[in-house]
């Protein structure tokens, strides 16, 4: 059974930073692709970046370019987003999500205020 399991998030200040950790279980991690959504108040899931199975491979989308950067460690089955430059509209509960499946984290919320 695919279980994966969010940490991480907090209140931070504009312009902090914040690591999430998304760890895994139930599946083959190291050959998996690993993605990250996040979902504000009042809007649809949106999606923040995914990692390759190997890690050497990322994509990031336009709220996350040049400010996150995910990494994993496929010995303990977990990927990590860092999250730097925090802005306001950052706020949100993040979630991780095994790729080609419907295999979702509980999320853990991100809220970023002065």
């Known amino acids: 059974q695919v279980h994966l399991v969010e940490s991480g998030g907090g209140l931070v200040q504009p312009g902090g930073s914040l690591r999430l950790s998304c760890v895994a279980s139930?599946?083959?991690?190291?050959?998996?692709?690993i993605m990250w959504y996040r979902q504000a108040p009042g809007k649809e899931r949106e999606f923040v970046a995914w990692i390759g199975p190997s890690g050497t491979n990322t994509h990031y989308g336009d709220s996350a370019k040049g400010r996150f950067t995910l990494a994993r460690d496929n010995a303990i089955n977990t990927v990590y987003l860092q999250m730097n430059s925090l802005k306001l509209e950052d706020t949100a509960v993040y979630y991780c999500?095994?790729?080609?499946?419907?295999?979702w984290g509980q999320g853990t919320q991100v809220t970023v205020s002065s």
């Open positions: 999500k095994l790729a080609l499946s419907d295999s």
């Open positions: 139930g599946f083959p991690f190291s050959e998996k692709t």
